[in-house]
């Protein structure tokens, strides 16, 4: 049988929009294999969590319980895993491929050592998967042949899970950890506060790059246009290594993949890296003074013209409309 396993990443008692997609790849999958497909959650806050997830149409929420699984280290939490495949016989387990998932799922495989795909997607009806290549310029299929298959699923491929008629049962399991192979000790989480949404989850995302210059222009800039348009931040890979702004605001290939409904692209050439990371968005708005800039060939609106003038010039009109 081929049964999944999907790794529920959480938070504070509650789980991303991200978590929903892995769950629905793993119905998917499980559907085209003749299996089931279960939830697993562990840490701080399972309880809550497994609670909620079991009325997305797993067959069952597993909860790991062990103290040292209350918050996020990846070596407990790839050997606590690995013992519950090799008890529960999955045939596969699936994460969706965000920083936690990227930093478990290669861990869980060389623990195993099985094959791994990294960010499928699409599923085939033989179970084989698709995965980009070289920027999303090449596009493979990839069947994995061992006895457990380790998946994460690119965050913006699946739509998320819908709520089913019932609700599944919750199995609490005591999780099986060897103190020994325990090299991570858990410090402190400092988390930074905001206002405005989550990149990944963001409806609109409006992204800055070299363009702006500075981190000051970000600020002065960017932000009334990200603060007005009720969006989150992003930026490019040039910006980020300029220091302009930290990694986490980071939209492409090496950084955060994203599909809002509106992303906006501010001073921002349209380097491969980049647009791997937000093509797949469904309106693209681009603001460069270059007529030639890569980011107008996936953009459906393109303003050539210079950001300093444009962008104060949009976040003017939009007042004026709203109020």
Do not use: W
Request: glycine share 10%; hydrophobic share 50%; charged share 20%.
């Amino acid at each position: 049988m081929g049964d999944v396993i999907v790794f529920v990443e959480h938070r504070g008692g509650h789980f991303p929009k991200t978590t929903l997609i892995g769950i629905n790849a793993g119905l998917e999958l499980a559907a085209k294999r003749g299996g089931s497909c279960s939830a697993v959650v562990a840490g701080e806050g399972a309880d809550t969590v497994a609670a909620e997830v079991a009325k997305y149409g797993v067959a069952r929420v597993i909860v790991l319980e062990e103290p040292r699984l209350a918050h996020y280290l990846a070596d407990a939490a790839a050997q606590a895993l690995a013992a519950l495949v090799k008890t529960t016989g999955a045939e596969t387990v699936l994460a969706t491929a965000t920083a936690l998932g990227k930093d478990l799922m290669p861990r869980l495989a060389a623990r195993l050592n099985v094959p791994m795909a990294s960010e499928i997607i699409a599923i085939n009806d033989d179970g084989t998967f698709v995965r980009p290549m070289y920027a999303g310029n090449v596009l493979a299929t990839v069947e994995l042949d061992g006895p457990v298959r380790i998946v994460t699923v690119r965050g913006t491929a699946f739509d998320a899970a819908k709520p089913a008629a019932t609700v599944a049962p919750i199995e609490k399991v005591a999780a099986t950890l060897d103190p020994a192979g325990l090299k991570m000790e858990f410090v402190a989480f400092n988390e930074i506060k905001s206002d405005r949404p989550e990149l990944t989850e963001a409806r609109i995302v409006v992204s800055g790059g070299r363009g702006l210059k500075s981190g000051e222009n970000f600020k002065s800039v960017l932000e009334p246009l990200v603060d007005e348009m009720g969006a989150a931040m992003g930026a490019s890979r040039a910006a980020v290594d300029a220091g302009f702004v930290p990694n986490d605001l980071q939209v492409g290939q090496t950084g955060k993949v994203v599909a809002p409904e509106l992303y906006v692209a501010v001073g921002i050439s349209g380097a491969i890296q980049h647009l791997a990371g937000m093509k797949d968005s469904k309106t693209i708005v681009a603001i460069n003074k270059d007529e030639e800039a890569p980011i107008f060939s996936v953009a459906d609106f393109g303003l050539v013209a210079d950001l300093f003038k444009a962008v104060p010039e949009m976040v003017e009109a939009m007042k004026k409309v709203k109020h």
